[in-house]
């Protein structure tokens, strides 16, 4: 039996079930279509002979978890997170875990973890950040949801997450829709620092005059301050 699952295989549930697995946990994978269940199969035999298995359906998916399941979910927010959930949850029992790791609106979290209450499964809103390459080398994670469900996975995050002086870059970050809050303030710090550069670009091009090699140097260099 897998110690966790992972259900939807795109670039960065892909990469964090890699992640998970390279770390010594046995994971099982699923996605709504098979080639992508075969394609991370098949990165995990060439990337080492991961402890990865996959899986054809849903009830396949869930079966192969050890009690009390664990089970992480990277698909679109929005619709598609309702419509996994509901697939899961038929299959899943009381005590179990489902963390949702997309970039999802925080009420909609807290919308999910009560309509999970009434069946006793317990739900995290857990955001991600790093991109493909966090994902699969250790991406820094924002769980929100029950201290007790977080004690069940922090095990697994703790490992699997970025690795700096003082510790893993993960923590419990409250109660459930926390971890996406702080994701979506993130974002937006992220977003505001890319416009900031874009705009700092723009005027040093196109009023100062400076060339594409001047340039390059100017930003090379404040890329060596804090």
């Not at 966090?134 to 007790?148: D, E, I, K, Y």
């Amino acid at each position: 039996m897998s110690d966790v699952g992972l259900y939807g295989l795109a670039v960065m549930g892909q990469n964090f079930a890699l992640n998970m697995a390279s770390h010594g946990f046995s994971v099982c994978v699923g996605n709504r279509s098979q080639p992508k269940v075969d394609l991370t199969v098949n990165r995990a035999e060439r990337e080492g002979n991961l402890p990865l298995i996959g899986s054809s359906s849903v009830e396949e998916f869930v079966s192969n978890l050890s009690k009390p399941r664990k089970v992480i979910i990277l698909v679109q927010a929005g619709k598609p997170v309702d419509a996994t959930i509901a697939a899961l949850s038929e299959y899943m029992e009381e005590g179990d875990l489902i963390i949702d790791g997309g970039n999802e609106w925080f009420h909609n979290s807290i919308r999910r973890a009560e309509e999970l209450a009434s069946k006793g499964i317990n739900f995290i809103g857990m955001g991600i950040s790093g991109g493909e390459e966090g994902a699969r080398n250790g991406p820094s994670l924002m769980p929100g949801g029950p201290r007790h469900a977080y004690d069940m996975i922090a095990p697994i995050l703790i490992k699997c997450a970025a690795q700096v002086d003082d510790g893993a870059c993960v923590g419990y970050c409250g109660p459930v829709g926390s971890g996406n809050y702080i994701k979506m303030v993130h974002n937006g710090i992220e977003y505001g620092d890319m416009q900031l550069i874009g705009e700092v670009y723009d005027v040093l091009k196109n009023i100062v005059g400076m060339s594409n090699l001047d340039l390059a140097k100017q930003f090379a260099k404040w890329n060596e301050g804090d």
